[in-house]
């Protein structure tokens, strides 16, 4: 099992950026993601060039502002995936946010981190369209 991480500091405050987060059925930032259902715990989507994809919520926590979820359904043959996205706050409106993702087989590390910096690019994105 290998884990991915990011630090990522972005210009806008921790609330503005949880309010994305919280909402586990928002997508305008994943990219190749054009809709998301959840039912209980488990929300769905059908990823571009990946097929159908279920995440199970295992915390979502608005007093610490932290996110966690694990893919429980994939098309890849992923044995293990559990993230979680945890969000700080820094001085002048700005945030930190903490992604980790832990992966197996070891040979989804690569496309993994590709996902998560693109994710990051559409999270700057809509925070700046929605300044």
Known sequence: MKTVSLEVELDAPVDKV????????????????????????VRSFNMAGIGEVQEKIIRLDDLAHCLQYSAIKTPSG????????????????????????????????????????????GLRKVLGSER
Do not use: K, Y
């Not at 992923?78 to 700080?88: E, P, R, Y």
């Not at 992604?99 to 496309?111: H, S």
């Open 18 to 41: 949880w309010a994305i987060f919280a909402d586990v059925t928002r997508c305008d930032w994943v990219p190749g993601v054009d809709a998301i259902s959840a039912q209980d715990d």
């Open 78 to 121: 992923v044995n293990h995936h559990l993230a979680t996205i945890q969000l700080l706050p820094l001085v002048s409106d700005r945030s930190l946010m903490q992604w980790t993702t832990e992966i197996e087989p070891d040979q989804f590390v690569v496309a993994i981190e590709a996902a998560m910096r693109a994710s990051v690019e």
